[in-house]
């Protein structure tokens, strides 16, 4: 995907988060996100936007920025402070050459990294937000969540081995979406993802909607939205470690 496909997709994903964490109130828990209520999820994700936008004004080899605090303000006074955290985003991205340099937590040290991030971040939290809300959840367009797929594959897990969270995998899982022409396998320490599908222990199919979800375990197996075929154990142990943050 081009940033501008990004980047709409990101403004489409804001405005919907936007419109809920108006209407929505602060109280109501986000049974995707246990532990918060709609409130620590709108703060969050406003939090979130003020780094990605200090992000792309540092240079690659400057200092990681600093998260900004969390607000202090519930109900349509967050939903304004989101806004303008999630506008100035946009417009930063909009000033910005997709290959300008920046900072980022991978790969590519360049704009375009933050224009998908946040992209896939509202994805996922409009999911969780719309689920707390009572709304039935939009569906990621099929060219979002492959993408959000790949970026889960082939940034997120190997960094999570990178950075020693998890050891790399002893079992092997392939993901096949089912409106999609693209495959992966989760295997070993994530830097062969395009290898192997055929000799995956494992394979997991189902829409890149529901399987960008299981991915960040918004769903799971149980809730039969996707298929496992092969050796079960093996697609569980993948699909149980943390390789997402």
Same mark, same amino acid.
């Given at each position: 995907?081009?940033p501008?496909q990004?980047?709409?997709?990101?403004?489409?994903?804001?405005?919907?988060?936007?419109?809920?964490?108006?209407?929505?109130?602060?109280?109501?828990?986000?049974?995707?996100?246990?532990?918060?209520?709609v409130?620590?999820?709108g703060?969050?994700?406003?939090?979130?936007?003020?780094?990605? =936008?200090?992000? @792309?004004?540092?240079? +690659?080899?400057?200092? *990681?920025?600093?998260?900004?605090?969390?607000? &202090?303000? %519930?109900? $349509?006074?967050?939903?304004?402070?989101?806004?303008?955290?999630?506008?100035?985003?946009?417009?930063?991205?909009?000033?910005?050459?997709p290959?300008?340099?920046?900072?980022?937590?991978?790969?590519?040290q360049?704009?375009?990294?933050?224009?998908?991030?946040?992209?896939?971040?509202?994805?996922?939290?409009?999911?969780?937000?719309?689920?707390?809300?009572?709304e039935?959840?939009?569906?990621m367009?099929?060219?979002?969540?492959?993408?959000g797929?790949?970026?889960?594959?082939?940034m997120?897990?190997?960094?999570?081995?990178?950075?020693?969270?998890?050891?790399?995998? =002893?079992?092997? @899982?392939?993901?096949r +979406?089912?409106?999609? *022409?693209?495959?992966?396998?989760?295997?070993g &320490?994530g %830097?062969? $993802?395009?290898?192997?599908?055929?000799?995956?222990?494992?394979?997991?199919?189902?829409?890149?909607?529901?399987?960008?979800?299981?991915?960040w375990?918004?769903?799971?197996?149980?809730?039969?939205?996707?298929t496992?075929?092969?050796?079960?154990?093996?697609?569980?142990?993948?699909l149980?470690?943390r390789?997402?943050?």
């Amino acid at each position: 995907m081009i940033p501008p496909q990004l980047v709409a997709r990101l403004a489409d994903g804001v405005d919907s988060f936007h419109r809920l964490l108006r209407s929505t109130p602060p109280d109501v828990p986000v049974v995707t996100c246990p532990g918060w209520d709609v409130s620590a999820l709108g703060q969050h994700l406003t939090s979130i936007h003020g780094w990605a =936008t200090a992000a @792309l004004r540092t240079p +690659p080899d400057g200092p *990681e920025p600093a998260e900004p605090a969390l607000l &202090d303000v %519930t109900g $349509p006074d967050l939903a304004t402070e989101y806004v303008f955290a999630a506008q100035l985003l946009l417009d930063t991205l909009d000033d910005l050459d997709p290959d300008n340099p920046c900072w980022a937590f991978g790969p590519p040290q360049r704009a375009a990294f933050w224009a998908r991030r946040q992209a896939h971040e509202v994805a996922v939290h409009r999911f969780d937000l719309q689920r707390a809300a009572g709304e039935v959840p939009n569906r990621m367009p099929v060219d979002l969540a492959v993408d959000g797929i790949d970026e889960v594959v082939t940034m997120f897990f190997p960094r999570q081995v990178r950075l020693g969270r998890i050891p790399p995998l =002893t079992r092997t @899982l392939a993901i096949r +979406p089912t409106d999609a *022409e693209a495959r992966w396998v989760v295997a070993g &320490d994530g %830097t062969a $993802p395009d290898s192997g599908v055929d000799e995956a222990e494992a394979t997991v199919e189902g829409t890149s909607h529901d399987l960008a979800l299981l991915l960040w375990h918004r769903v799971t197996l149980d809730d039969r939205t996707v298929t496992l075929t092969g050796d079960e154990s093996a697609g569980r142990a993948v699909l149980g470690s943390r390789i997402v943050p």
